[in-house]
């Protein structure tokens, strides 16, 4: 009987005991690898992730590379209690902010029957989308905790031990580990600084990146509005000159790594001319005795001439020993009326856009673009009202380490540029082709290497006969000998019609501003054609210009606006 009675006391614990929970760690420290094509990431910081049942961290740990300051902190957070997560930045100087996301607004989770073992978890498989990715998640509800690496791909109920995105760039766990009391602290912040929306958060982040030149802002160019002084080289004040159709200022810009990427952004809005204009964004140089900055201050005779064989004198259109033509940052073509106008002219089914942006990659202008320097942007009209401008230079950083490279030595050599931004002064258009090359003579000096020629082309002449409208070829020569040939030619200008209220409608539907054109749109910018100079030897050498240029009608006559530099580097 006393047999019977142990055995039923022992059957009773044995019955308890498999009824009592588990017990499971309160956190668990997990370490993750990417892997990418099959193979092991190798260096730099691995992904790190603090969970425990009801909250997780993630960051990026064992990062030993010396970071921008203007890299944020950024940690992210799940609470599985308030089912949210909470994206957290911190900056190099103390501030920190958050977004928070509901469980909700992540991709949905489709579980699948497959299973796997992964560091002797028993997982789970489950499959979503995002953004057209591919995403395959295995988690496990062994280990009693939970969190995940990757919480955009959505979140599990359970600890995430490995991420696949399209079968080929996984984030893999390596180890998990119960930590000891003594080793464990919060795992949720008590504070998390100013919250944010997403798409806010993001932009704090990125622009603390970047580095951005406020070069002018909302400044009218138009015709009559003159400020000139001839003796002033104070900085970041703005001159306007050639009876205010130019607009110029010395501002200082950062000293950046090679690596940098640099965009040119133009905001324009019409403030009372209807047509569209020529543009420019440019940047004197001062690498010789003589700059186009005397010109602007004094007048086109200051400049050195160009004499072509139609017996005109070009001024300050290209480089000799004494004087470097103008830089051309961007050339940009201004649309019929934008802003302005939109009220003035209704069209059946078209909303009109209210400026325009051009925004560029001119990164390797960087040699030319640091430092102090004098630039200045240019829009032919004869309105008082004219336009108005806002000009930014956007420095993007290449790497997140700071680099202890010395940056490389570069040769710069403007050579032409027939764009007469003194136009409202007298400087000729470029008129001197057809019968004639532009011609341009300059010495490499020794070890310059990997040249190109950055070249910019617009034909005009805005009749039917008229260069803008006609197909032209342009030939550019080296030493004698054809360096490249090529039609600018634009017919995507129709796509543009938002951008130009004030651009006249024809009687078959047709309006002015859809015509193809040479090399340009109104509304648009232009973008640079670039041409290798493998074998360019140190010595003198001569660059032509060829373009067949068609002929004057009445009063009316062709030009081409071209800009020529080359770019190259020291051994």
Same mark, same amino acid.
């Given at each position: 009987?006393?047999?019977?009675?142990?055995?039923?006391?022992?059957?009773?614990?044995?019955?308890?005991?498999?009824?009592?929970?588990?017990?499971?760690?309160?956190?668990?420290?997990?370490?993750?690898?990417?892997?990418?094509?099959?193979?092991?990431?190798?260096?730099?910081?691995?992904?790190?992730?603090?969970?425990?049942?009801?909250?997780?961290?993630?960051?990026?740990?064992?990062?030993?590379?010396?970071?921008?300051?203007?890299?944020?902190?950024?940690?992210?957070?799940?609470?599985?209690?308030?089912?949210?997560?909470?994206?957290?930045?911190?900056?190099?100087?103390?501030?920190?902010?958050?977004?928070?996301?509901?469980?909700?607004?992540?991709?949905?989770?489709?579980?699948?029957?497959?299973?796997?073992?992964?560091?002797?978890?028993?997982?789970?498989?489950?499959?979503?989308?995002?953004?057209?990715?591919?995403?395959?998640?295995?988690?496990?509800?062994?280990?009693?905790?939970?969190?995940?690496?990757?919480?955009?791909?959505?979140?599990?109920?359970?600890?995430?031990?490995?991420?696949?995105?399209?079968?080929?760039?996984?984030?893999?766990?390596?180890?998990?580990?119960?930590?000891?009391?003594?080793?464990?602290?919060?795992?949720?912040?008590?504070?998390?600084?100013?919250?944010?929306?997403?798409?806010?958060?993001?932009?704090?982040?990125?622009?603390? *990146?970047?580095?951005?030149?406020?070069? %002018? /802002? =909302?400044?009218? +160019?138009?015709?009559? !509005?003159?400020? &000139?002084?001839?003796?002033?080289?104070?900085?970041?004040?703005?001159?306007?000159?050639?009876?205010?159709?130019?607009?110029?200022?010395?501002?200082?810009?950062?000293?950046?790594?090679?690596?940098?990427?640099?965009?040119?952004?133009?905001?324009?809005?019409?403030?009372?001319?209807?047509?569209?204009?020529?543009?420019?964004?440019?940047?004197?140089?001062?690498?010789?005795?003589?700059?186009?900055?005397?010109?602007?201050?004094?007048?086109?005779?200051?400049?050195?001439?160009?004499?072509?064989?139609?017996?005109?004198?070009?001024?300050?259109?290209?480089?000799?020993?004494?004087?470097?033509? *103008?830089?051309?940052?961007?050339?940009? %073509? /201004? =649309?019929?009326? +934008?802003?302005?106008? !939109?009220?003035? &002219?209704?069209?059946?089914?078209?909303?009109?856009?209210?400026?325009?942006?051009?925004?560029?990659?001119?990164?390797?202008?960087?040699?030319?673009?640091?430092?102090?320097?004098?630039?200045?942007?240019?829009?032919?009209?004869?309105?008082?009202?004219?336009?108005?401008?806002?000009?930014?230079?956007?420095?993007?950083?290449?790497?997140?380490?700071?680099?202890?490279?010395?940056?490389?030595?570069?040769?710069?050599?403007?050579?032409?540029?027939?764009?007469?931004?003194?136009?409202?002064?007298?400087?000729?258009?470029?008129?001197?082709?057809?019968?004639?090359?532009?011609?341009?003579?300059?010495?490499?000096?020794?070890?310059?290497?990997?040249?190109?020629?950055?070249?910019?082309?617009?034909?005009?002449?805005?009749?039917?006969?008229?260069?803008?409208?006609?197909?032209?070829?342009?030939?550019?020569?080296?030493?004698?000998?054809?360096?490249?040939?090529?039609?600018?030619?634009?017919?995507?200008?129709?796509?543009?019609?938002?951008?130009?209220?004030?651009?006249?409608?024809?009687?078959?539907?047709?309006?002015?501003?859809?015509?193809?054109?040479?090399?340009?749109?109104?509304?648009?910018?232009?973008?640079?054609?670039?041409?290798?100079?493998?074998?360019?030897?140190?010595?003198?050498?001569?660059?032509?210009?060829?373009?067949?240029?068609?002929?004057?009608?009445?009063?009316?006559?062709?030009?081409?606006?071209?800009?020529?530099?080359?770019?190259?580097?020291?051994?």
């Amino acid at each position: 009987m006393r047999k019977l009675y142990l055995l039923a006391i022992l059957i009773a614990i044995s019955v308890l005991g498999n009824a009592m929970p588990k017990k499971y760690p309160e956190v668990v420290s997990v370490s993750y690898q990417t892997v990418v094509n099959g193979k092991a990431r190798t260096g730099g910081p691995k992904t790190m992730l603090l969970c425990s049942p009801v909250a997780s961290r993630s960051w990026s740990g064992n990062d030993s590379r010396k970071l921008l300051p203007t890299v944020a902190s950024e940690t992210s957070y799940v609470d599985f209690n308030l089912k949210k997560t909470f994206q957290v930045a911190r900056f190099s100087d103390g501030s920190v902010i958050n977004t928070p996301l509901a469980f909700s607004e992540y991709p949905v989770l489709t579980e699948t029957n497959e299973t796997a073992v992964i560091l002797g978890y028993n997982c789970k498989h489950l499959k979503t989308s995002l953004r057209s990715n591919a995403i395959d998640i295995w988690y496990t509800t062994d280990s009693g905790v939970k969190g995940t690496p990757a919480m955009a791909y959505g979140i599990p109920d359970g600890l995430v031990l490995k991420v696949v995105r399209n079968g080929n760039f996984e984030i893999v766990a390596t180890e998990v580990k119960t930590l000891k009391q003594k080793d464990t602290e919060p795992i949720l912040l008590s504070e998390m600084g100013e919250s944010l929306e997403l798409p806010l958060y993001k932009h704090r982040i990125t622009e603390n *990146l970047i580095t951005t030149v406020n070069i %002018f /802002t =909302s400044e009218q +160019i138009s015709f009559g !509005n003159e400020i &000139v002084n001839p003796t002033d080289t104070e900085s970041e004040k703005t001159f306007k000159y050639s009876a205010g159709t130019v607009i110029l200022k010395k501002v200082k810009l950062p000293v950046v790594p090679d690596d940098t990427q640099l965009f040119i952004e133009l905001y324009q809005h019409s403030n009372g001319d209807a047509y569209d204009r020529t543009g420019s964004v440019f940047v004197i140089p001062e690498d010789k005795e003589q700059s186009f900055l005397e010109g602007l201050r004094t007048g086109t005779a200051s400049l050195p001439i160009f004499q072509a064989k139609n017996g005109k004198s070009y001024q300050g259109v290209v480089a000799t020993y004494r004087f470097s033509p *103008l830089v051309e940052i961007l050339r940009f %073509f /201004t =649309s019929f009326g +934008i802003g302005q106008f !939109n009220d003035k &002219v209704t069209v059946f089914g078209q909303q009109w856009e209210d400026s325009t942006l051009f925004k560029q990659d001119v990164s390797e202008l960087l040699p030319v673009l640091q430092g102090e320097r004098w630039i200045g942007v240019f829009i032919g009209n004869y309105d008082k009202g004219g336009h108005k401008a806002s000009l930014k230079l956007k420095y993007y950083p290449g790497s997140m380490e700071i680099s202890d490279k010395p940056n490389k030595k570069y040769w710069i050599m403007p050579l032409f540029n027939t764009l007469n931004v003194m136009e409202m002064s007298g400087q000729e258009y470029g008129t001197m082709f057809g019968n004639d090359s532009l011609k341009v003579d300059f010495e490499v000096p020794a070890g310059v290497k990997n040249v190109q020629m950055r070249y910019i082309t617009t034909g005009h002449g805005g009749w039917g006969g008229g260069d803008e409208f006609n197909q032209k070829m342009n030939t550019v020569l080296l030493d004698g000998n054809v360096l490249f040939q090529f039609t600018p030619w634009r017919s995507d200008c129709a796509t543009f019609r938002k951008y130009n209220p004030a651009s006249g409608n024809f009687w078959n539907g047709v309006t002015s501003s859809d015509y193809s054109r040479s090399g340009w749109c109104p509304g648009t910018a232009t973008n640079p054609y670039y041409y290798p100079i493998s074998e360019l030897k140190p010595g003198k050498h001569q660059v032509k210009v060829a373009i067949p240029l068609g002929k004057s009608e009445g009063g009316s006559f062709s030009a081409w606006n071209v800009s020529g530099m080359l770019i190259g580097e020291y051994e």
